[in-house]
């Protein structure tokens, strides 16, 4: 397949990692298109869920197979703010750092007649996927931003290090990674505002941002 991939230079490199060798990538930082985006069989936007208005760039592409990296934004929210005026084939998928290379793509639907579309280009792709319902958090983000959130609280209690905490997750529940790990490498500035959009959507106190970590991510 041909795609084409928008984000940094850190979303090309997993992108490259998980669909490189099969598949023909282009990669591009910004939305000066040296090539048409409808030579392409999908598009993979990484950044328009940390910035809908982006979204305008594509209105002109009608029935454009375009993913958007969406943990932050429900896929419904982003057609709304542009009046559902929707040129591209709309899918959510979670792009986030570490999450894309997975052996299970966790993609979402703006439409369920897409449903044929996206069961097609996935299997062109050579993923394994799994449809989640379309909202904010979409359901790893979400349950991996509230162990982080939860693993601050214990810090900020003084129960256990952040170091004893990642060991401990690590072998009682053979994580692959601790706590604070993830957060590293997912980015504490994209924790706190995951953590932020789930309980702006939900007003859940679960999702309730620690002291400890909105300090982090001021000090980030």
């Not at 290379?101 to 993923?127: A, F, G, P, W, Y």
Request: charged content about 25%; hydrophobic content about 40%.
């Amino acid at each position: 397949m041909k795609i084409l991939v928008i984000g940094t230079e850190r979303d090309f490199n997993e992108f490259e990692k998980k669909f490189g060798l099969d598949h023909e990538l282009t990669f591009n930082s910004d939305y000066q298109f040296e090539v048409d985006p409808t030579d392409f069989d999908a598009v993979f936007d990484l950044y328009i869920g940390d910035d809908p208005d982006l979204f305008s760039n594509y209105q002109a592409f009608e029935d454009l197979p375009l993913f958007v990296n969406v943990p932050k934004i429900s896929l419904a929210e982003l057609a709304y703010f542009q009046d559902n005026n929707v040129g591209p084939r709309l899918f959510g998928f979670n792009g986030l750092p570490t999450f894309l290379d997975r052996s299970v793509l966790e993609v979402s639907l703006l439409n369920s007649e897409d449903q044929e579309l996206l069961e097609s280009i996935c299997t062109n792709l050579k993923t394994e996927y799994q449809i989640v319902e379309d909202r904010v958090g979409m359901v790893t983000p979400r349950i991996i931003c509230m162990i982080i959130n939860e693993a601050f609280y214990t810090v900020q209690e003084g129960t256990a290090t952040k170091e004893d905490i990642d060991l401990g997750m690590k072998l009682g529940t053979n994580y692959p990674l601790g706590p604070f790990e993830w957060a590293n490498k997912i980015g504490i500035q994209n924790v706190y505002e995951l953590l932020e959009s789930f309980y702006d959507d939900t007003k859940e106190e679960r999702y309730k941002i620690c002291p400890a970590l909105k300090k982090a991510y001021l000090k980030a």
